[in-house]
């Protein structure tokens, strides 16, 4: 039963005392805006923050500026992020610290959690770079906000919102859910608290309304940063809250908001594959905790698994109608192309999920060998490995539903397969070459 919006609005506010932001960064709000404020200004400000001062000069440092000479203080740092860039670093790293310590249940699921806000973050930002957003940094910290009413909420109503988490999500995912069991969402609850933060209008109505963006009919009157973190929130990969990858609805979505931003499918692929690529890089230069390589591997051979799951369940719906015509010999042949389907897609995802955790051992040999920096490019090869793997069950499943006949060969001893090797080979050498043929974009996070 939902609680009344007065005990709703009791318990947000009482809450608010847990999500208070530091004394630095409100002062560097207050200096980054100010017209007449100096890069001495704001360097005297951040050197009273001793870790905001390294993380500063590390981005400064980093591959992403591509910098030839090492920039050795806060000033010369200033000078080359800009304004704009240190209030995003500064108010990135507080979040980060403020929110992770009021995880509560959520707490084992954190590092997956900031996964998803940094990965949003991130296509955020190269989405606006791409359609002309002239602050890019703001895209950068919408994404980065987006879902941090997850926390808010989890950490306000632990009981109510433990028992909804654990429940089967309605039609419309967890949003949903927290509308019927508490009659309010965690994205209008993350702008209730942003809202008293005093952040800009256009950032607060972007984290409200980015899980509605994607469902309305008049997205001309939207706002262009709540379409780009609305898209950006679908383009992650490491959503926190269940969802199925089946979900046609969300699909459309992402291609009408993708279609308002006059973004193509190249663009989407180009992207994705720059995010999968660069995101632990720019985690480890924001200090962001995501989780290992070996962490990122087996949550990926996890959900190949659920693929294979929901694919198997649609299996298995079919050929029960079939077996109530069981007679008819329509139903048998219909039966028999089924299973071969189904072997079908069990052969190649177990192909891919056996490569992807050959992949996962080299990269624990290397970890124990004491290989962090990845010199021997181990890590890197392991998530090309990934990407690879998942453009091969893209393919596969592309050229089944494109192609009507297929010809069938023997697999094992009492299992055939469908014959799509040749297709399935054409497609993918069609993907890596749109994904190699398009121009890399670049990220000033």
């Not at 190269?126 to 909420?153: C, K, M, N, S, W």
């Not at 931003?261 to 660069?278: C, F, I, K, Y």
């Amino acid at each position: 039963m939902a609680l009344s919006p007065e005990a709703i609005q009791s318990r947000l506010r009482s809450g608010w005392k847990l999500y208070t932001l530091p004394q630095t960064l409100l002062e560097i709000i207050k200096i980054a805006g100010a017209e007449d404020s100096s890069t001495g200004d704001l360097t005297r400000i951040i050197l009273r923050d001793p870790p905001l001062t390294v993380k500063l000069l590390k981005l400064a440092n980093s591959a992403i500026y591509g910098r030839p000479q090492r920039v050795a203080t806060v000033n010369q740092a200033v000078v080359l992020l800009g304004f704009r860039a240190v209030k995003s670093l500064a108010l990135s790293t507080s979040v980060y610290d403020l929110f992770s310590a009021q995880a509560g249940f959520l707490e084992k699921q954190l590092k997956r959690f900031w996964r998803h806000c940094l990965e949003t973050a991130v296509y955020a930002q190269l989405f606006a770079a791409r359609t002309g957003y002239p602050v890019q940094e703001e895209a950068f910290i919408g994404g980065l906000l987006h879902d941090l009413g997850l926390i808010v909420l989890a950490s306000v109503f632990p009981e109510q919102y433990r028992d909804l988490w654990n429940k089967p999500l309605p039609e419309g995912g967890i949003a949903a859910a927290e509308d019927q069991e508490l009659g309010i969402n965690h994205a209008e609850a993350a702008a209730c608290l942003f809202a008293d933060w005093g952040l800009p209008e256009i950032l607060v109505d972007a984290v409200r309304y980015h899980h509605l963006a994607g469902k309305s009919d008049e997205l001309h009157e939207m706002d262009k940063l709540t379409l780009l973190v609305a898209l950006s929130d679908m383009m992650g990969r490491h959503q926190l809250e269940p969802s199925s990858a089946a979900e046609g609805g969300t699909v459309d979505e992402k291609y009408r908001l993708a279609q308002s931003l006059q973004l193509n499918a190249g663009d989407l692929r180009d992207v994705d594959s720059w995010v999968t690529a660069n995101l632990s890089t720019i985690a480890a230069y924001l200090d962001i905790d995501i989780g290992s390589p070996i962490e990122v591997l087996c949550e990926a051979n996890d959900r190949l698994f659920e693929l294979f799951l929901e694919v198997e369940g649609l299996h298995l719906n079919r050929c029960d109608s079939v077996r109530r015509d069981v007679a008819n010999e329509k139903g048998k042949i219909a039966a028999e192309v089924l299973r071969v389907v189904s072997a079908t897609f069990s052969h190649y995802i177990n192909n891919a999920t056996t490569t992807i955790m050959g992949h996962a051992q080299l990269i624990e040999m290397a970890l124990q060998k004491g290989q962090i920096t990845d010199t021997d490019g181990r890590i890197s090869a392991a998530m090309k490995t990934i990407q690879n793997s998942v453009i091969n069950i893209t393919a596969i499943l592309d050229e089944l539903k494109a192609t009507p006949t297929y010809n069938v060969v023997s697999y094992h001893e009492r299992c055939k397969i469908l014959d799509v090797e040749s297709q399935v080979r054409r497609r993918i050498t069609q993907l890596l070459d749109n994904i190699h043929a398009d121009r890399s974009p670049t990220t000033t996070s």
